[in-house]
């Protein structure tokens, strides 16, 4: 049986919500809120918060959680998540897959988790990822909102911020009638071996253009495989976001 761990990148030091891991959403905490959904999923042998700062760690440690400390100079949740692995390894423990679930999504469901595990009982993923149709015009057509592009095996072609692919001969605004739009879900996993190779690649042309680290796996010849979601999560990048969230979500 594979063991697969779940890892929650949480930085302090955000530049356009500074402490964003530690705002109460309903009475709780977004950190904690995060790494109790996780902890739902049915396909994860071991969730660890990934952090930089000893607030968060000392925070999900006081709510029964587990928490490791990890360099301030990582550029990427990635990084993070492979620091993690070479530490647990060190200590003797191994995983064959690290999820890298997003430490500001605090209704992400348990359900999307084990979709994106059950992708490595497939043989030949070793980066897989969530896609989920695109309804709305004005998501279409916005730098936030990463698109994406697959073959008919379900792997990723291109990610993109821009409205792939373009539509000749159509008004822009009617493309979601006449093309089946997907944007990408940021929740990656990987192979263990894979995720440690990829960290060690360098920056390539079209990551710079696009500021997609996905982009450097792809043009270095690596295969993402993408599987389709349902769900709708909402993540927190501004203060603004939280308004997003019904205080009765929890009943």
Same mark, same amino acid.
């Given at each position: 049986?594979?063991?697969?761990?779940?890892?929650?990148?949480?930085?302090?030091?955000?530049?356009?919500?500074?402490?964003?891991?530690?705002?109460?959403?309903?009475?709780?905490?977004?950190? *904690?809120?995060?790494?109790?959904?996780?902890?739902?999923?049915?396909?994860?042998?071991?969730?660890?918060?990934?952090?930089?700062?000893?607030?968060?760690?000392?925070?999900?440690?006081?709510?029964?959680?587990?928490?490791?400390?990890?360099?301030?100079?990582?550029?990427?949740?990635?990084?993070?998540? +492979?620091?993690?692995?070479?530490?647990?390894?060190? #200590?003797? +423990?191994?995983?064959?897959?690290?999820?890298?679930?997003?430490?500001?999504?605090?209704?992400?469901?348990?359900?999307?988790?084990?979709?994106?595990?059950? #992708?490595?009982?497939?043989?030949?993923?070793?980066?897989?990822?969530?896609?989920?149709?695109?309804?709305?015009?004005? #998501?279409?057509?916005?730098? +936030?909102?990463?698109?994406?592009?697959?073959?008919?095996?379900?792997?990723?072609?291109?990610?993109?911020?821009?409205?792939?692919?373009?539509?000749?001969?159509?008004?822009?605004?009617?493309?979601?009638?006449?093309?089946? $739009?997907?944007?990408?879900?940021?929740?990656?996993? $990987?192979?263990?071996?894979?995720?440690?190779?990829?960290?060690?690649?360098?920056?390539?042309?079209?990551?710079?253009?696009?500021?997609?680290? *996905?982009?450097?796996?792809?043009?270095?010849?690596?295969?993402?495989?993408?599987?389709?979601?349902?769900?709708?999560?909402?993540?927190?990048?501004?203060?603004?976001?939280?308004?997003?969230?019904?205080?009765?979500?929890?009943?």
């Amino acid at each position: 049986m594979m063991k697969i761990i779940g890892i929650i990148p949480a930085r302090y030091a955000s530049s356009r919500f500074p402490g964003k891991p530690l705002v109460e959403i309903n009475g709780k905490t977004m950190i *904690q809120r995060v790494y109790e959904q996780a902890k739902k999923a049915k396909l994860l042998t071991e969730v660890v918060v990934a952090t930089d700062d000893e607030r968060i760690r000392e925070h999900v440690i006081a709510f029964g959680g587990k928490a490791l400390m990890t360099s301030t100079l990582h550029r990427t949740g990635t990084d993070r998540c +492979n620091e993690i692995i070479t530490k647990l390894e060190a #200590e003797g +423990n191994h995983f064959d897959v690290a999820i890298n679930i997003q430490g500001d999504e605090p209704y992400i469901q348990p359900e999307q988790i084990d979709l994106l595990a059950a #992708e490595f009982e497939k043989p030949g993923v070793s980066i897989a990822t969530l896609i989920k149709k695109l309804c709305d015009t004005k #998501e279409l057509f916005s730098p +936030n909102i990463i698109k994406v592009i697959k073959d008919r095996s379900d792997r990723a072609i291109y990610f993109s911020r821009t409205a792939i692919p373009f539509m000749r001969d159509k008004n822009s605004e009617t493309w979601l009638q006449f093309h089946t $739009y997907y944007k990408h879900i940021g929740i990656y996993a $990987y192979r263990t071996g894979t995720l440690k190779e990829i960290t060690a690649l360098k920056a390539g042309a079209l990551e710079l253009v696009e500021s997609l680290e *996905q982009l450097r796996w792809l043009e270095n010849g690596y295969e993402i495989f993408v599987t389709e979601t349902t769900f709708e999560s909402h993540s927190v990048d501004v203060r603004e976001d939280l308004l997003k969230f019904d205080p009765a979500a929890d009943d």
